[in-house]
């Protein structure tokens, strides 16, 4: 049976991740994972490795923000590698109720069918330029 492409891989983490939360999809990282949220994307940017950065990059949410979920607009493979993911990320204020929504696009690394890093930018456009090959 032939591996899922990159897209489809990246589609199923974050339906996954929309029904049944963080956990269910630390498996479809890899253990040297790596993300880094700039400041311009987030109150608290950091770098984030592993499992245990995953599970303390969704942290950051809790107590602040609640039935957070990711909705893909978008999918484009570059390579079997490389996936640019244009999406909005939704959540509600625990305390106020505001809704939050934040655009944004994602290059996503694969390797050996597993997510091994993930690059945040504003925008799906950037998203795209610097996951163009030769940049």
């Known amino acids: 049976m032939e591996p899922p492409s990159g897209a489809a891989l990246v589609q199923r983490a974050f339906e996954t991740f929309n ?24 109150a608290e940017p950091d770098t984030y490795r592993g499992p245990e950065g995953i599970r303390r990059w969704f942290a950051g949410f809790d107590g602040f923000m609640e039935d957070v979920r990711v909705e893909l607009e978008e999918l484009e493979e570059v390579d079997g590698d490389t996936v640019v ?51």
């Open 19 to 42: 029904r049944e939360g963080i956990e269910a999809v630390i498996g479809l990282f890899a253990l040297d994972f790596e993300v880094t949220v700039p400041p311009t994307m987030s």
């Open 85 to 135: 993911a244009a999406m909005r990320l939704r959540a509600r204020g625990t305390e106020s109720g505001i809704e939050a929504d934040q655009q944004l696009g994602q290059v996503v690394h694969l390797r050996e069918g597993q997510v091994h890093r993930m690059e945040v930018f504003p925008t799906v456009e950037e998203a795209r330029a610097a996951a163009a090959p030769g940049r």
